[in-house]
């Protein structure tokens, strides 16, 4: 967790909130201020350097008011059956959002992702926010304002970038099922 947590980590803003490590020497995280700096919590950046009894590892006291339980987090990114980081973000997601955005027509893409006509489809947004994490609902509302999207827009509290995806509660899911009741009819 010290690698992930947002206090030690050394992208600030990809990363979850689950409580801190114990027995452990810190100091400032310059480096991640410094490729953080414009994100929520990045100040707060700190490096371990080691235990403060050298005879005691260093350990994790969870926060159970914290957004993300850290022992369901691992259950669930170090398993043999899946892959959680291509479930969070698929290589192809990155060319699909590109393109969705503009016209394909005439680049490279044209032939393997054939977007000819999105600027004038009007297609529903859901857009969440994490409090402390890379997106904010400003930036949803910039991106829709170059499309025709209906926008709707909702901010996890508390929460790291990561901790969307893996949170303890139900908020996310339910937000997602009611922003979908009135496209299944």
Request: hydrophobic share 40%; net charge neutral; proline share 9%.
């Amino acid at each position: 967790m010290t690698q992930l947590e947002q206090r030690y980590a050394l992208l600030p803003f990809l990363t979850l909130n689950t409580g801190r490590a114990t027995n452990a020497s810190e100091a400032p995280n310059l480096g991640a201020r410094l490729l953080g700096a414009a994100f929520p919590g990045a100040g707060d950046t700190r490096w371990i350097v080691g235990p403060q009894d050298p005879a005691r590892p260093v350990g994790w006291q969870t926060d159970p008011a914290a957004p993300t339980d850290p022992q369901d987090f691992a259950r669930r990114f170090v398993t043999p059956l899946s892959d959680y980081s291509e479930w969070y973000f698929p290589n192809r997601l990155t060319l699909d959002l590109a393109a969705a955005r503009t016209d394909t027509r005439g680049t490279p893409f044209e032939k393997i992702l054939p977007v000819w006509h999105g600027a004038q489809l009007a297609l529903p947004v859901l857009g969440i926010a994490a409090a402390r994490g890379v997106t904010t609902e400003a930036q949803y509302r910039q991106y829709a304002a170059t499309t025709r999207a209906g926008l709707t827009t909702r901010t996890l509290p508390d929460a790291a970038h990561l901790d969307i995806t893996v949170t303890r509660g139900d908020q996310v899911a339910r937000w997602i099922s009611d922003w979908m009741q009135p496209l299944t009819r």
